[in-house]
């Protein structure tokens, strides 16, 4: 009769470098003879890490558009983003809908203002089940009052008052040349 054993290895891939390994299980009896098993190859890839961090502060004016970037390098399989902010104090709260590298807030609003950062997670290992989890810096965004000029209303206001000052420095200047 042969004894029939299982036995599972787990390997810490977290502790080895990028490339290929192989593994097998050698089994001596007292005989002795010696069993092996096949060998079975393990790829490790790059892990996860963050290649570009959100920047330190935004600073927007209400009403525009504000963009949040992270960029990612490694990985296994999928990843997912989630990003969170703590407005006036508060506890720290997922942001609905922001499950990308991006996070718009379009128009921003001053109650946007506050802190915000993204945890990004892979898919992890088939084999072990474990996945690598990178965590951005925290960032400021301030949100102020006031009429963007990148607005219809704010270009307008732009050019009203460039005009003005511009008939007052004609006015002042034929006035000079008159004297």
């Known amino acids: 009769m042969v004894a029939v054993n299982t036995l599972a290895i787990l390997v810490n891939t977290a502790s080895l470098t990028v490339g290929t390994y192989k593994y097998y299980l050698e089994v001596i009896d007292d ?4 069993y092996q098993s096949r060998k079975a190859d393990i790829n490790v890839g790059l892990h996860l890490t ?13 009403g525009e558009r504000v963009e949040m970037y992270i960029q990612t390098n490694g990985g ?4 997912t983003y989630t990003w969170y902010r703590n407005v006036g104090g508060k506890a ?8 990308g590298p991006m996070l718009v807030i379009d128009p921003a609003e001053e109650s946007d203002s ?3 950062y993204v945890v990004v997670q892979d898919s992890g290992s088939t084999v072990t ?3 690598d989890t990178v965590v951005s810096s925290t960032a400021t965004l301030v949100v102020e009052k006031g009429i963007p000029v990148t607005t219809n209303t704010g270009l307008v206001i732009v050019v009203m008052l ?18």
């Open 31 to 34: 005989i002795p003879m010696v």
């Open 92 to 99: 720290w709260e997922i942001i609905p809908g922001a499950v």
């Open 114 to 116: 506050g802190q915000y």
């Open 76 to 79: 296994l399989g999928d990843k």
């Open 162 to 179: 460039t005009s003005i000052i511009g008939a007052v420095l004609l006015i002042r200047r034929r006035a000079l040349l008159n004297k």
């Open 129 to 131: 089940g474990l996945n």
């Open 50 to 62: 963050l290649a570009q961090d959100l920047l330190p502060e935004y600073h927007a004016t209400a």
